[in-house]
């Protein structure tokens, strides 16, 4: 197992801005991808953002496309979302995971381990 814990997240303004990390405890963080999902109140979980093993490439779910940044510090076993131009339909769970694949992953079932979430909620 790969115990992931996130933190962060809370209650921000539309426009304004939040981050989250996510650290990892054992297991081979630095290796493989890691991604943020979102679910929000009855929808499926959606995919925000991963970043390579290597932290060289990223890749965004269209609807945080230029406002949402992802990033890793594998010698912290962290990775962090930075959320700018906030909109209330941002408002969901937010769920860290690790993937053993090494360069991209934006599916659900591309995940091995999963955080246990944080509540992110914007008000207009």
């Known amino acids: 197992q790969v115990p992931l814990v996130e933190s962060g997240g809370g209650l921000a303004q539309a426009g304004g801005s939040l981050s989250l990390s996510c650290t990892a405890s054992?297991?081979?963080?630095?290796?493989?991808?890691m991604g943020w999902f979102r679910q929000a109140p009855g929808k499926e979980r959606e995919f925000v953002a991963c970043?390579?093993?290597?932290?060289?490439?990223?890749y965004y779910g269209d609807s945080v496309e230029g406002r949402f940044t992802i990033s890793r510090e594998n010698a912290k076993n962290t990775v962090y979302l930075q959320m700018n131009s906030l909109k209330p339909e941002d408002t969901a769970v937010y769920y860290c995971?690790?993937?053993?694949?090494?360069?991209?992953?934006?599916?659900?079932?591309?995940?091995?381990?999963w955080g246990q979430g944080t509540q992110v909620t914007v008000s207009s």
């Open positions: 970043i390579s093993g290597n932290g060289d490439n990223t």
């Open positions: 054992g297991g081979t963080f630095s290796s493989g991808v």
């Open positions: 995971a690790a993937s053993k694949l090494w360069y991209y992953a934006a599916r659900v079932h591309d995940y091995d381990y």
